[in-house]
């Protein structure tokens, strides 16, 4: 883990070290930003940043905007730390490209694990093969995926999202079961993260939204 470098970016010197302490711990490399700002400047003169831990209210520039930045340029895997708990703060996030959204108080290792999580998944794609579905190619291996001949840009966890359907088609997903695979950690909270994230991914699909099938009281099916 020594290669991967994380900035844990809080206002909060407490919580930047019991993060910070943490990760580093599991052997990851951690740089750390007091405000918005610092962030931004961390994030564009360090390059080899493999994912970033954004609190929402700090001083200068709020999580939001740094976040708006960085989607600006990279689709690095970003995880939201928020004192709110409203799920249109959650929306907001996830509309700006966040992967993660964690509620403080949190537990560090909860967090830990949803880094571990994020970081796995996007090492284990390995460009083994296409997965094709109607009008739909998703290729592991450039992160792409393709409707209609045409590149539709997905959020990291959209993609694993739409992979994960794919690979299951005409299969009843459970929301328990998607979070088990796609987010994979024990998830301390309801199921509407899947619901917001399906609601995005359909969107960006457009016609083949209709793909993406509710099951009414259970969770979804991808059927072309």
Same mark, same amino acid.
């Not at 470098?5 to 943490?22: A, P, T, Y």
């Not at 360090?46 to 930045?69: C, F, Y």
């Not at 959650?90 to 949803?114: H, Q, W």
């Not at 979070?179 to 960006?204: E, M, P, Q």
């Given at each position: 883990m020594d290669?991967?470098?994380?900035?844990?970016?809080?206002?909060?010197s407490?919580?930047?070290?019991?993060?910070s302490?943490?990760l580093?711990?599991?052997?990851?490399?951690?740089?750390e930003?007091a405000?918005?700002q610092?962030?931004?400047?961390?994030?564009f003169?360090?390059k080899?940043?493999?994912?970033?831990?954004?609190d929402v209210?700090?001083?200068?520039?709020?999580?939001?905007?740094?976040?708006?930045?960085?989607?600006?340029?990279?689709?690095i895997?970003?995880?939201m /730390?928020?004192?709110k708990?409203d799920?249109?703060?959650e929306?907001?996030?996830?509309?700006?490209?966040?992967?993660e959204?964690?509620?403080?108080p949190?537990?560090?290792?909860?967090?830990v694990?949803r880094?571990e999580?994020?970081?796995?998944?996007s090492n284990l794609?390995?460009?083994?093969?296409k997965?094709t579905?109607?009008d739909?190619v /998703?290729?592991?291996?450039s992160h792409t995926?393709?409707i209609?001949?045409?590149?539709?840009e997905l959020?990291?966890k959209?993609?694993?999202l /739409?992979?994960?359907?794919?690979e299951?088609?005409?299969i009843?997903?459970?929301?328990?079961?998607?979070l088990?695979?796609v987010?994979?950690?024990?998830y301390?909270?309801?199921?509407?993260?899947?619901?917001t994230?399906v609601?995005?991914l359909?969107?960006?699909?457009?016609?083949c939204g209709?793909?993406?099938k509710?099951?009414w009281?259970?969770?979804?099916?991808?059927?072309?």
């Amino acid at each position: 883990m020594d290669n991967i470098k994380i900035l844990v970016v809080d206002d909060e010197s407490r919580m930047r070290k019991l993060v910070s302490d943490f990760l580093v711990r599991k052997d990851y490399r951690v740089v750390e930003a007091a405000d918005g700002q610092e962030a931004i400047d961390i994030f564009f003169e360090q390059k080899d940043i493999s994912l970033v831990i954004l609190d929402v209210m700090m001083p200068k520039m709020d999580g939001w905007e740094v976040l708006k930045e960085i989607r600006e340029y990279s689709k690095i895997p970003v995880i939201m /730390l928020t004192a709110k708990g409203d799920e249109r703060d959650e929306l907001a996030g996830f509309d700006l490209g966040a992967d993660e959204y964690i509620s403080k108080p949190f537990s560090p290792k909860i967090l830990v694990a949803r880094v571990e999580a994020l970081l796995r998944r996007s090492n284990l794609i390995s460009g083994e093969e296409k997965i094709t579905a109607g009008d739909i190619v /998703l290729d592991k291996a450039s992160h792409t995926v393709m409707i209609g001949g045409r590149g539709v840009e997905l959020s990291f966890k959209e993609f694993e999202l /739409l992979t994960y359907f794919m690979e299951n088609q005409g299969i009843a997903l459970s929301r328990d079961k998607i979070l088990n695979h796609v987010w994979n950690y024990d998830y301390f909270g309801d199921a509407r993260t899947i619901d917001t994230h399906v609601k995005k991914l359909r969107s960006k699909m457009g016609d083949c939204g209709e793909y993406i099938k509710t099951i009414w009281g259970m969770g979804y099916k991808f059927e072309v």
